[in-house]
């Protein structure tokens, strides 16, 4: 019956991360015990204020009717007091739009940006949805990485370089999902130098991991005079607050595209559910040491998980500054074999491990690089240590197949 389905929904590829996640609660149903280092997930639990804020939301009666398209007026109000605050954007609420989710945001921006063959400049390595909703809204990405030795950062040169007349924005993630790659401001103040002279490329500056960071601190690149105006930051509640499935995102835009985007937004979904709204609203009064509590958790794991990496034989992996992955390159192995399966690329890789092992990584190759794999370490010590114990008992077993 797929002759029913759309060419679209046929050519889009299936999100790598959620495709692995999915095989590992399959194999984790048969009774396999899988160490999961998949998901972009904290293991952490909503901070309770957070948790209570919904509660009353509830008990109040008042938040069970539609709630504006573009979100409560009031959580607005917030975000764009936080921009103020800790981003220097300076910004109105009506130039925020709140979604289901930072993906959502991005989605919405796609929509209203893109024509048939408008051209996005996309960061690599980059998460996974970029690329397929990129397409899916008629336009076409074009990839610019860096070397393993400048974190995968593209230069200003690079950059310059593949801006063309159909280009309409350029895109990146900082702190980075996968490489945990963090913009410093010398390497933003380069992005506006160019762009200044490019006054037709807005910049999309997904900065969802915000608080997930091991530096002195973060620039966005919205604070910077000479392009704040056309600059979109998408962020959310998900990652710093641990609240995944609570699905709360926003974009910052300048106002003819914030309303652009609320627009689509009151087509496709609405509104964001209103009691998650409440409760986002409640995060901006989370203690500040609960998200330092966090992210100290991270470092640590980090640590932990490099710790192993670095004395796995023929792996490398740069130290990220920011996020909660490696993605540490594991091409060495490309041409080597077990005796049973020979490893041809990243996914093959991954399928062994899985296999192997009974560990659950994610192939590069989704995230724009096939000689790495993306490891999360947002969750226990406990099955950090397992699980790279176990990968490095199944490295000992694989071979150069020329030796055979």
């Known amino acids: 019956m797929h002759h029913f389905l759309s060419s679209r929904i046929r050519a889009m590829a299936e ?37 209570e804020a919904a509660k009353q939301a509830i008990d109040t009666g008042k938040y069970f009717s539609y709630p504006p398209v573009a979100g409560y007026k009031d959580l607005r109000e917030a975000i ?48 996974v949805s970029y690329a397929s909703n990129i397409e899916l809204a008629g336009g076409k990405c074009v990839f610019i990485k860096g070397s393993k030795e400048r974190h995968y ?51 999309i500056a997904d900065e969802i991991y915000e608080y997930i960071h091991f530096t002195e601190g973060l620039t966005s690149i919205g604070s910077i005079d000479k392009i704040k105006d056309r600059v979109v930051t998408v962020n959310g509640f998900s990652k710093g607050y641990a609240m995944t499935g609570w699905r709360v995102g926003y974009l910052a835009a300048p106002l003819w595209l914030a309303k652009a985007c609320e627009k689509i937004q009151g087509q496709l979904t609405s ?26 958790t991270y470092r640590r794991r980090r640590d932990l998980a490099i710790k192993y990496i670095q004395h796995m034989p023929g792996i490398t992996c740069n130290i990220p500054l920011g996020a909660f992955y490696l993605f540490p390159d594991i091409s060495h192995y490309f041409g080597h074999t077990d005796g ?30 096939p000689h790495c794999i993306r490891i999360s370490y947002a969750t226990s010590d406990e099955v950090i240590r397992e699980g790279m114990e176990r990968i490095q008992k199944a490295l000992q077993k694989l071979y150069p197949t020329t030796s055979a």
């Open 153 to 203: 950062e593209p230069t200003s040169e690079q950059l310059e370089q593949a801006i063309t007349p159909k280009t309409k924005a350029i895109i990146y993630s900082s702190p980075s999902n996968p490489s945990g790659l963090v913009l410093s401001k010398e390497s933003l103040l380069g992005i506006a130098e160019v762009l200044e002279r490019h006054p037709h490329v807005l910049v």
């Open 271 to 296: 509104a964001t559910c209103s009691i998650a709204q409440r409760a986002a609203l409640a995060a901006f009064d989370v203690e500040p040491k609960i998200i330092q509590e966090m992210r100290d």
């Open 340 to 369: 049973k399966v020979v490893i041809k690329n990243a996914d093959d890789f991954c399928m062994y491990l899985l296999q192997e092992a009974k560990v659950s990584t994610v192939s590069g190759t989704g995230f724009g690089n």
């Open 80 to 127: 764009a007091k936080k921009l103020k605050h800790e981003n220097k954007i300076v910004c109105e609420p009506n130039q925020i739009i709140v979604s289901t989710g930072a993906k959502q945001s991005l989605s919405n921006l796609f929509f209203c940006l893109l024509d048939p063959g408008d051209e996005i400049i996309v960061f690599t390595p980059y998460w």
């Open 15 to 51: 999100s790598a991360t959620l495709a692995m996640h999915s095989l590992t609660q399959s194999l984790q149903a048969q009774g396999h015990h899988i160490c999961d280092l998949t998901l972009g997930e904290p293991n952490f639990i909503t901070p309770y204020s957070i948790q």
